[in-house]
């Protein structure tokens, strides 16, 4: 089975270097751009999605519809709040470069040093733990991907040869990456880096050794001049 995970596009408060987590922020023009130019490239490519899951908030959703070319998105998405962006709770609204000093959140540590992030949130009721994130993203993992419940009564050797897309978020897809790549130490929790927006990485599950392979990652599909066009949040 070969896995897409593709972070949402770029929104306002991209642009505003503002965190999002779980406010709902929809995408700007530029955001839609680089998602259709993403549908379009994958379309001329051959790719096509046998499912397509997404996060419920809009950005993320509007970026499956345009990055998967569905017609019917009511029917042809499939919403998991497991794929929701972190929650930042207070931090959320605020700018990245003054949090970045305010030594009263745990933001500071957030890119720098995810153990320490963690280890400020784990206990608090306002903002969520990267451990709680990975949680989640790992269940995922294993109820749609490794069990493939939403393939049954399809053959274990169709099955190998689909192909799924899952829309998410910065921190999410970091989530999701940690269980692909066992349960890295938390301090390794960016890995190579976030990926930009409307950025993929691409991940072959083999289901007869339980194994994943990352085969790319940070891959975009659209024009460079948009490129030239994102704001660098973290």
């Not at 505003?16 to 406010?23: A, E, N, P, V, Y």
């Not at 305010?102 to 009721?125: M, N, Q, W």
């Not at 294993?142 to 899952?166: M, N, P, Q």
């Not at 050794?209 to 599909?221: Q, R």
């Amino acid at each position: 089975m070969l896995i897409y995970i593709l972070r949402h596009g770029t929104t306002e408060w991209n642009s505003l270097h503002k965190i999002q987590g779980r406010t709902d922020i929809l995408l700007d023009d530029l955001g839609r751009e680089m998602a259709r130019q993403t549908g379009e490239r994958l379309k001329e490519r051959g790719i096509r999605f046998d499912k397509v899951y997404s996060s419920p908030l809009k950005r993320a959703y509007e970026t499956a519809v345009l990055a998967a070319c569905v017609e019917n998105p009511e029917e042809d998405i499939i919403t998991d709040k497991r794929l929701r962006e972190l929650s930042f709770g207070r931090q959320e609204g605020q700018k990245v470069e003054g949090m970045m000093y305010d030594v009263s959140v745990p933001f500071r540590y957030f890119k720098s040093a995810p153990d320490k992030y963690d280890e400020l949130t784990i206990h608090d009721s306002d903002t969520e733990s990267l451990t709680t994130l990975c949680e989640r993203a790992a269940d995922f993992l294993t109820e749609k991907v490794e069990r493939a419940v939403d393939f049954d009564g399809v053959a274990a050797e169709e099955t190998a040869e689909r192909t799924i897309l899952i829309s998410g978020h910065g921190a999410l897809n970091k989530a999701l990456l940690m269980h692909i790549r066992g349960n890295a130490p938390m301090p390794d929790f960016w890995g190579d880096g976030l990926q930009p927006n409307c950025g993929i990485d691409i991940v072959r599950y083999d289901e007869t050794s339980g194994k994943y392979e990352i085969l790319k990652s940070n891959k975009t599909y659209y024009d460079e001049n948009l490129k030239n066009r994102i704001t660098q949040l973290l």
